[in-house]
């Protein structure tokens, strides 16, 4: 029967007891959740919340009402719940189940899931594919083989680690410090550099300067300059503006085969070695001279170059040019013919200046003796002076010099 209609101008009763004919609605007073009504044969609930009820059509205010003990079999299949009704979660992470099995967000982003994107089979297979797998040998540094495997170098950890705090190309600074040098042939005027280490000068068509770098700051550094040639051409090795090169400002390569070896201090050029040609001379006389009395004269008859190491005798002149600079031991040696008058007087003359005093020269006056006399004098010589013989005689006559030599030798730079 419709519950509508037995429902429809029935008179509503609120009492303790049941409805007990038709027709009769009772709010149970004892049951304040409870709405019964008679429909002739027997009492019915309408209403009771403690009860199951399907509502078909109806609308539950969610603010108003709890609903509880829903289970996932009493929802629809197709009630297409929106995701946005569920409680939020971090945005913009990947969901996964948590040790309860509830859905909970990721610590991987959604940025890092796409990076998947295109991936067309398991990643750890395709990533063991791409890189062969060996066994390495623990210490050693790995290095990739002929078939772009990976395998033990016999480089170990400890001598990879010495590579630690290098700054550029190591063979590149082993050359610098003493491999390979670098070798040059100079033929002028030419100012070194910090990669310089041999210069070879070759000075036949004239004489010339190398200058050198600074010393400050190359502490250390080492040039080796040579000359190569046989001429009398000078090559003069000059220090940066007022550095020095040993004790002088400069030093002059005269022969061939002269070497100078320097080494920079931080603030001046010192020489390791001098490696020079001995310069040694001795020219002899070749027939008499006739020496005027009282005058000093210069010895013209000294024509034999016996030995000269380095061309310094000019025969045209008489004199012998210094082709380097240093200290040189000069020794003039001369004899006159007998004369028991006066006295001899042998002596020198630098650069064409004047000769000593007699009183200030060795002399010797024997009735008869034609020994002879030497002068021995040590001279500072600058590159490209010259000595001369000079003798002077008192006879009271002239007298023959019938005979001389001129011996040289340097001593010392």
């Known amino acids: 029967m419709d ?83 569920l409680a939020a979660v971090t945005a913009s992470r990947a969901l996964v189940s948590d040790g309860s099995g509830f859905i909970s967000p990721a610590t991987t982003t959604a940025t890092e899931i796409g990076y998947v994107n295109g991936v067309t089979s398991a990643i750890q297979t395709q990533l063991d594919g791409k890189v062969g797998h060996s066994t390495l040998t623990s210490g050693r540094v790995p290095v990739t083989g002929a078939s772009n495997t990976v395998s033990s170098s016999s480089v170990t950890s400890t001598e990879l680690g010495y590579l630690s705090g290098v ?48 010393a400050v700051g190359n502490t250390g550094r080492t040039l080796v300059i040579q000359k ?97 600079s240093g200290l040189y031991e000069i020794s003039c040696f001369v004899e006159f013919a007998a004369s028991s008058s006066g006295i001899r007087v042998a002596s020198m003359t630098f650069n064409g200046g004047s000769v000593p005093t007699i009183s200030g020269a060795a002399s010797w006056s024997t009735s008869g003796d034609t020994g002879g006399q030497t002068r021995t004098y040590i001279y500072s010589a600058s590159a490209n002076d010259y000595v001369e013989c000079a003798v002077y005689q008192g006879s009271g006559g002239s007298l023959n010099l019938t005979g001389a030599q001129l011996s040289i030798k340097k001593i010392g730079r």
């Open 3 to 85: 519950v509508r209609s037995q429902l429809k101008n029935a008179q509503v009763e609120h009492r303790g007891s049941n409805p007990t004919k038709k027709g009769e609605i009772v709010i149970q007073t004892a049951d304040s959740n409870q709405v019964e009504y008679h429909d002739g044969s027997a009492v019915r609930t309408v209403v009771n919340t403690d009860q199951a009820q399907v509502l078909t059509g109806k609308t539950v205010d969610a603010d108003l009402n709890t609903l509880s003990n829903i289970k996932n079999a009493e929802i629809k299949a197709g009630a297409a719940i929106a995701v946005n009704k």
């Open 167 to 214: 700054t550029s190309a190591i063979q590149t600074q082993l050359n610098a410090l003493g491999g390979t040098l670098s070798v040059s042939t100079k033929t002028g005027n030419y100012t070194a550099n910090s990669g310089d280490n041999v210069l070879l000068c070759d000075s036949t068509s004239g004489a010339f300067t190398i200058t050198l770098y600074t």
């Open 228 to 324: 190569t040639d046989s001429s009398f051409n000078v090559v003069t090795v000059d220090g940066d503006s007022t550095e020095t090169v040993g004790a002088t400002t400069s030093v002059g390569l005269s022969a061939k085969g002269d070497s100078l070896t320097i080494v920079s201090d931080g603030s001046n050029w010192k020489i390791l070695s001098f490696v020079s040609e001995p310069v040694v001379a001795r020219i002899d006389s070749s027939g008499n001279q006739s020496i005027n009395n009282t005058t000093w004269t210069k010895v013209t008859n000294l024509a034999t170059a016996v030995i000269d190491t380095i061309g310094g005798w000019d025969g045209t002149n008489d004199r012998y040019y210094f082709r380097t």
